[in-house]
């Protein structure tokens, strides 16, 4: 497995993690039995970060994780949960109270003294811009509630903003084959700074997976349902934000390219990601072992050549570009 520092953590992480939203919550009942089974499989797989949110299944996420780290303390895995989405989405909402409360809940949930990276959960645009928000933050690390916070956001110049700020440690960002806006600027910007960059939705919600169909439905709890036209929060949380028809085919022709490489959709997916300049860590979610596993061996593929990226924005030039470029 590769492994990469995750910016001003300084922490050594590993270049495929693993997202645990699928353990919480909108997308279909997991149990815990079958929530350990991945864990097991995604940490006996070399993964070594694990991203949560106090609001996934309402702390379920954060909770499962607690107690399997806790039955397993030789286990070294970084933990990265989310605060901030608990209230609505007003910038008067992120204050010092609540981020005490927020933490507070977080630090019982994953039964820690100190947690790993707090980042704060898609705020709203103009909390990037209240210093007082950044103040509060870095008093909470001067606590010892958290040793580093970061963002994860759902805009391009959100994330510049971001990273624009002395102590934030890390922004976590939509990217991949199907959404490349942030290999313009975000990426740069984020090496230059030293800010680490985890890369969520991969697999654009399981497009890049080439399993689907136009025909293909999902449970009525699983987002993927209700949240095609961004019912519930921000359509490009599913399926990138892109038509589902369109994505189909264009996963279609994403199967073919990784073909060629002799690479399952998914794992050429990853791989690619993962080996972009600038990405710290790739987190896919998974619902079963297998799925976790075959995840994980994505940060273990052999550097792809030149042209596997050149066709990447091609297929993106061709499909997506001109619809959702501009919109995040």
Known sequence: MRTSILGRTGATVSSIGLGTW????????????????????????GVTIFDTADVYGDGRSEQLIGR???????????????????????????????FDAWTRRSLDNLGVDTLDLVQLHCPPTAVYGIDRVFDDLDAL?????????????????EALAAIARPNVASVQIIVNAFRLKPL????????????GIIA?????????????TRDTT?????????NRQGEAFDVGETFSGVDYATGVEAAQRFS???????????????????QLPGVSTVIPGARSPEQARANAAAGEVADLPPGFHASVVALYDEYFRASIHERW
């Open 141 to 157: 690390v001067e606590q010892g509630r958290m040793r580093h916070y970061g963002v994860s956001v759902e805009r391009v110049d």
């Open 22 to 45: 699928q353990l919480g919550a909108d997308w279909g009942d997991v149990s815990e039995e079958d929530a350990r089974a991945v864990l097991d499989a995604a940490v006996e797989s």
């Open 218 to 226: 999902f449970a009525a709890d699983d987002h993927r349902t209700y």
């Open 68 to 98: 399997y780290l806790h039955d397993r303390p030789e286990l070294d895995v970084f933990v990265a949960t989310k605060m901030g989405r608990r209230l609505p989405q007003e910038p008067e909402n992120y204050s010092a109270a609540n």
């Open 184 to 195: 313009d600027e975000v990426l740069p910007a984020a090496q230059a700074a030293g800010v």
């Open 256 to 274: 073919a390219l990784a073909a060629e490489h002799d690479l399952a959709p998914a794992t050429a997916a990853l791989a690619w990601l993962a």
């Open 200 to 212: 969520r939705v991969p697999l654009a919600s399981g497009l890049l997976s080439g399993r689907y």
